[in-house]
């Protein structure tokens, strides 16, 4: 089964703080795909980073990064020097191709909150 | 107008009538997705259309009603709904969903059932 866990419901920081945000997959395939989308206020869904099974190298943009760790089925995503404008709620989601056919499972979401 | 459109933003609507989401996508994509996104509860996948054909029915009530008349536009029909219906309606779309394609989102429609 595909499955993905955020395990923080919401996050409160002060600004230029750093802050992980974690995410915990499960999924049989060998082959898939892993998302992180920004929902502010406004309700859309913004598409951050996708990461494929095969590339565990981290990521940084800019103050983002990401830690992909299959050992441990994980990929973090951390913000350096957090801002009021990174306030939102955060999504990983999975999509594994030969289970369910590319069909995206989201997490629950992670409510970011920072403050000036 | 560039990427993933939805219209109307916000609507209001009695528990009788009959209404449309529309959702347009201006990026070349082949799948379309709706889904819904209630307050404090996660993101629910209701259809998925890839080259018009349904290939997801996420076992939604009847009174949503999709279609997609081609790669590009997607429709929700809307009738006789309930209260509990009131959410976000978010539609997506990618490309090569068999391949993991990134989903691309609209701006969702605000649905209030009085």
């Known amino acids: 089964a595909q499955k993905v866990t955020q395990a923080q419901t919401e996050i409160s920081v002060v600004e230029k703080e750093d802050v992980t945000l974690d995410c915990v997959y499960e999924?049989?395939?060998?082959?898939?795909?892993l998302f992180w989308y920004k929902q502010p206020p406004s309700g859309e869904l913004v598409f951050l980073i996708r990461?494929?099974?095969?590339?565990?190298q981290n990521e940084i943009s800019g103050r983002y990064s990401w830690n992909f760790q299959k050992s441990t089925s994980s990929f973090n995503f951390t913000i350096t020097a957090s801002q009021v404008v990174d306030s939102a709620v955060y999504f990983c989601?999975?999509?594994?191709?030969?289970?369910?056919?590319?069909?995206?499972?989201f997490g629950d979401g992670t409510t970011l909150t920072v403050k000036p | 107008e560039t990427g993933v459109t939805q219209t109307p933003r916000h609507l209001v609507m009695g528990m009788t009538n009959k209404k449309s989401l529309k959702c347009e996508q201006h990026?070349?994509?082949?799948?379309m997705y709706w889904y819904k996104q209630s307050a404090k509860k996660p993101l629910e996948l209701m259809f998925v259309?890839?080259?018009?054909?349904?290939?997801e029915n996420n076992s939604v009530p009847s009174r949503f009603s999709p279609e997609c008349p081609n790669s590009s536009h997607l429709f929700l029909h809307l009738h006789t709904l309930q209260p509990e219906d009131s959410a976000l309606y978010l539609c997506?779309?990618?490309?090569?969903?068999?391949?993991?394609?990134?989903?691309?989102f609209g701006p969702g429609t605000r649905l209030t059932v009085l």
């Open positions: 997506a779309s990618s490309q090569d969903p068999d391949r993991g394609g990134t989903q691309y």
């Open positions: 999924t049989r395939d060998t082959t898939y795909y």
């Open positions: 990461r494929n099974s095969f590339d565990e």
């Open positions: 989601a999975l999509s594994d191709l030969n289970t369910n056919a590319g069909k995206s499972t």
């Open positions: 990026l070349g994509h082949n799948a």
């Open positions: 259309y890839n080259f018009k054909e349904q290939t």
